[in-house]
């Protein structure tokens, strides 16, 4: 099943202003790639037509849903989806989808199909090849790689290679052949689809100067949560303690504050340092090795379930391989 959601992949440039527009993608795509014919019997279907921004939690649980009504007439699913946004439908779906029988691998190009430098084609071809494999997890495929989806940071707005998986190895590669890392996720009980999304979070990135005003705003607010992105291992000031204050009250308040780092890999570590230290004994946590993208989604999902004061413990703990256990 070929599921498209919207985006570059299947819009056409439009004058005068050549702003891309959505497309009639399911009648289309088999005409531009008819090659994916011989990989698998294909039943295109379009579930949206949005650029990636414009997806939230309303989609993923349909996108989560049709996926899951497909388990009997499909071996496989292809999502074809902005690439923008994609990192974070991919986190969604693999806490939404649990014990996969099968691949949902998301796809999507920087360059239209009707692009004569388009790399739509091949992120097509190698997205249907691999949702005939037995990576039974939700993935992302693109240009010649396969990450698990929550895994994936869009890395670049202008190169081919889009995304990266900073903290895990791919499961896939195609080159000369297909090399499969052997890495995926084993179901441990019955395909289910469940859950709901909390999306009022704060997302705030912690600059130098920062008094702590904005963390202080928040508690008028309706916000269950604070994902704060910080220096380093999640470092905050030490020697003007405002930032970690605000800490305080935001948890004091029944709030859940939970520290990123601002760098592209590696992980949050509230031991190492005294600012990451003065954090959790201000009652913040760490996202470990989580994307930003992963740990925001985890956030709102667990949110959309359980009361914000019992996150933290369940934070950690991986649904779906996101993050590497401590
Ligand atoms: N703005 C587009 C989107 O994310 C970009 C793309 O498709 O790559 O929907």
Redesign the pocket.
């Known amino acids: 099943m070929l599921l498209h959601t919207?985006?570059?992949?299947g819009m056409r440039p439009r004058q005068p202003d050549q702003a891309l527009a959505p497309d009639e993608f399911g009648s289309t795509v088999l005409e531009y790639v008819p090659e994916l014919n011989e990989l698998a019997d294909i039943e295109p279907r379009v579930l949206f037509n949005l650029?990636?921004?414009d997806l939230g939690p309303v989609h993923w649980k349909a996108l989560a849903r049709a996926v899951f009504e497909a388990r009997d007439q499909c071996d496989g699913v292809v999502i074809s989806h902005?690439?923008?946004?994609l990192s974070y439908t991919a986190a969604a779906l693999s806490f939404l989808l649990r014990n996969l029988p099968f691949p949902v691998v998301l796809t999507?190009?920087?360059r239209p199909l009707a692009d004569i430098h388009t790399d739509g084609r091949a992120n097509l071809v190698g997205a249907v090849d691999l949702a005939c494999s037995n990576i039974r997890e939700v993935s992302v495929y693109f240009s010649g790689l396969l990450f698990r989806g929550n895994r994936v940071v869009k890395r670049s707005t202008f190169a081919f290679g889009a995304f990266h998986s900073p903290n895990f190895p791919p499961l896939a590669e195609i080159g000369t052949e297909i090399r499969i890392s052997g890495k995926s996720l084993v179901a441990q009980g019955e395909f289910e689809c469940s859950g709901d999304f909390d999306a009022r979070l704060a997302v705030v990135w912690l600059q130098p100067g920062n008094d702590g005003g904005v963390l202080r705003a928040l508690l008028e607010t309706d916000v269950f949560g604070v994902l704060l992105v910080a220096p380093g291992m999640g470092n905050v000031p030490v020697e003007d303690t405002a930032v970690a204050d605000a800490i305080r009250a935001l948890v004091g308040s029944g709030r859940i504050v939970a520290m990123a780092t601002q760098s592209a890999s590696g992980n949050v570590d509230l031991t190492r340092y005294v600012g990451g230290r003065l954090a959790a004994s201000s009652g913040a946590v760490g996202i470990g090795d989580m994307t930003l993208e992963a740990a925001s989604v985890k956030l709102m999902f667990l949110a959309g379930s359980f009361a914000p004061a019992t996150i933290a413990a369940r934070l950690l703990e991986p649904i779906a391989g996101e993050v590497t256990p401590p």
């Open positions: 919207g985006g570059t992949l650029d990636s921004t902005g690439t923008d946004a999507a190009s920087q």
